[in-house]
């Protein structure tokens, strides 16, 4: 239409490394001049859900309340929680959720945000029950996409009656979607027509993409096409020969293996690589691999990962509706009362260095550490205090609490400085020196706020006071999350690591 602009492919900016380094890739369209990624994203969704509400009132028969209703919008595995945040911004502005009453305060909290594989698990569940697997075995969700390539694993935890699956931290993805083959098959038909400029207008290009992408990419099989001709009309009808590129009558003709070896090929094995990466990152045995997505509806790209990983994983398999396993997820996992992902595997321990009275096991291994404090007390210095241990089975968004105490000689002395480590060993170490530890955030909590402190402060007693306090860790999928609590109330609160 005149005095309009096509806008394609933009969610692929809200990625974390084109946020973090603001390097897309360089084959993405252009975003219009003035236009962020988030404002198309707006927009998109504006009319987007503009369809949806129309459809939804169709079916249903009735004008729904739709202002009510909760909202599931589903980003790709790997994005971070500044995509995620994006997302959820564009989402509120194109007026997915609002407010349905006066008064209506929580309305924000009607949108909810999910990971695709995460959706799309919900989606496979009955596959895993199908191919019985059990408690504690792992799985591979890879969901090929239009633009990304998106993996995550799961390992089934509880009893088969009561599936439950939990998050396998690690997770990755990659843009080798199915639309990086129209673009290999474009660069292809402009080195096949580099001496035949008619054929490379941009509305030339665009027909042989559009012809490929709709038809012979999603009935292409593989090796067995390497013999057949792939013919391709011209959408300009002048220059219609030149046997010696494949130009018969005005059709390009392009060989099987040619398009195997340019176009389907790179993709694939970099989804293959992808694939191999993650096992080899994840280090437990992955008993099955579910493939969802579009584009896991390729016979080659199927036939390609059976091939190739079929001797180390039992089960390659993909669910009915494939294609559109994640939305059905989605919706089954918000109708669902309990959640059918609701936990998370700790992929690292979280750890605090603390001093605590020593105990008989100090005086005889480590006597060096023990000192006397003004109170006459003997405290080892150097002891670990463990938040979370590694490979540890949580709820998402459970807040693991741990009670800190501090002393202050004056009411002056309010600042508590907690650091925060993480290591990755798997035995539980009782002091700083028995192993690796990564200093995660230094996090100073200031305890004047809290009512006991004050009670005290106000009260001063010539031998100090003690203050007693909790300090709540909270993972997700996406974040780590720390909170300063008294009596269970939050005090305080801080987003300190990014799992990615
Ligand atoms: N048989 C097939 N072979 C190759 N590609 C296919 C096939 N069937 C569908 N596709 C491709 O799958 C893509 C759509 O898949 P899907 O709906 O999973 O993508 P998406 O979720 O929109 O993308 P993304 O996950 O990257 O955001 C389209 O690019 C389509 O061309
Ligand atoms: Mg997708």
Request: hydrophobic share 40%; with cysteine; aromatic share 8%.
């Amino acid at each position: 239409m005149p005095g309009t602009v096509r806008c394609e492919w933009f969610k692929l900016f809200l990625e974390p490394s084109a946020l973090r380094d603001d390097v897309v890739d360089p084959r993405l369209p252009k975003l219009p001049l003035g236009k962020k990624a988030v404002d198309l994203i707006v927009d998109f969704l504006t009319c987007l859900w503009d369809y949806a509400r129309e459809r939804i009132t169709q079916e249903i028969g009735i004008v729904a309340d739709l202002n009510a209703a909760d909202v599931w919008l589903t980003v790709p595995a790997a994005w971070d929680a500044k995509g995620c945040q994006l997302m959820r911004d564009a989402a509120i502005q194109a007026g997915l959720v609002g407010a349905a009453f006066a008064g209506d305060r929580e309305w924000r909290d009607r949108l909810h945000i999910i990971t695709e594989p995460e959706a799309a698990a919900v989606h496979c569940a009955h596959l895993t029950n199908l191919h019985q697997l059990r408690p504690s075995q792992n799985f591979m969700i890879c969901d090929a996409g239009g633009g990304t390539v998106d993996l995550a694993v799961y390992k089934i935890i509880g009893s088969l009656q009561n599936l439950e699956i939990a998050e396998v931290c690690a997770r990755s993805g990659s843009n080798c979607g199915s639309l990086f083959l129209d673009l290999r098959f474009r660069e292809l038909v402009r080195t096949l027509l580099a001496d035949h400029p008619v054929h490379l207008e941009p509305a030339s290009l665009a027909y042989f993409m559009h012809a490929f992408s709709e038809t012979d990419k999603l009935a292409y099989l593989g090796e067995s096409d390497d013999g057949n001709m792939f013919h391709f009309t011209c959408f300009n009808v002048e220059d219609p020969d030149d046997p010696a590129v494949g130009l018969i009558n005005g059709e390009l003709a392009i060989p099987g293996n040619l398009l195997r070896r340019e176009v389907f090929d790179p993709v694939i094995e970099q989804v293959l690589n992808l694939i191999e990466g993650q096992t080899r990152r994840v280090d437990q045995r992955i008993d099955a691999l579910l493939l969802v997505g579009g584009f896991s509806g390729s016979e080659y790209l199927f036939k390609r990962v059976d091939e190739t990983l079929g001797s180390r994983i039992k089960v390659i398999a993909r669910p009915s509706d494939a294609d559109t396993a994640t939305c059905r997820g989605a919706a089954q996992y918000g109708l669902a009362r309990r959640p059918l992902v609701s936990s998370i595997i700790a992929p690292k321990s979280y750890i605090m260095r603390v001093k605590l009275p020593a105990e008989p096991e100090d005086w005889q291994r480590r006597p060096a550490y023990i000192t006397e404090n003004n109170a006459g007390v003997h405290i080892c210095e150097n002891r670990l205090q463990y938040l979370v241990s590694k490979g540890a089975i949580l709820r998402k968004g459970q807040r693991i609490r741990t009670k800190f105490c501090k002393f202050s000689s004056t009411p002056q002395d309010r600042m508590f400085v907690a650091v925060l480590y993480t290591s990755d060993s798997d035995k539980l170490m009782r002091y700083t020196d028995e192993g690796e530890t990564y200093e995660l955030c230094k996090w100073t909590v200031d305890l004047a706020t809290l009512p006991s402190f004050q009670q005290h402060a106000n009260n001063p007693q010539p031998g100090g006071f003690y203050t007693d306090f909790e300090l709540g860790l909270e993972l997700d999928s996406a974040e780590v999350r720390g909170v300063l609590l008294y009596n269970g109330y939050e005090c305080g609160r801080v987003t300190f690591d990014f799992l990615v």
